[in-house]
């Protein structure tokens, strides 16, 4: 019988997961049931997160994304300074996003297909005479952790988008417009909220 974990449930029979959306067979790496947004997903409607579980996740059975971990730069002034936009930087943190959304019909309806990808690089002075470099990594992180977050509400952002049905293409474009401008607005003001609640000591 199937038992209740949060929104998700596990059947012992079948050794089945449930991901919201569809039921999951971790021998097999697929679903057992269609894609619900159809050839919008792509061609194999089993597939689970592109073919690529190391890379990529999947945890409702729709958006389709990757977070990598961040890449730490311990630089002189100079890099830096290049690296940030900013001549006084002490450090900066620096993700890049990509998203896509893509609209299909799905049996006379219109569905959207989002997938999400962020990479983040980290700069450091190793040659600051206010801070040490560790001083400004740690500073950094708090950087990183706030667009973890933000990231993480553009997938449950695209989660809701993707369980959504259009009567047509407009609206699910219009749709999908609206998530780019969300996710883009997120990630524009995460370094002002940093500063402004947790602002650097030096």
Known sequence: MAAAQGAAQTDAGSEENYNIFRWYKS?????TQADPIGLNGGMNL???AGDDPVAYADPLGLVTWTQNAPVYHGAKWDDVSHACGDWTAHGCTAP???????CGCDAGSYRAKVSLSM???VWARNDDPHASLS??????????????VRFRWAIQRGERLEAQKFLNKPDCDTACKAFYKATNDDFMSGNGWVHQHNPHPF
Do not use: P, T, W
Request: charged share 30%.
């Open 135 to 148: 001083q400004i990594l740690y500073e950094e992180e708090k950087h990183v952790r706030d667009y973890k």
């Open 27 to 31: 021998a097999s790496g697929r679903y």
């Open 96 to 102: 890049f996003v990509s998203s896509k959304c893509v």
């Open 46 to 48: 089993y597939r689970y």
């Open 119 to 121: 990479n983040m690089n």
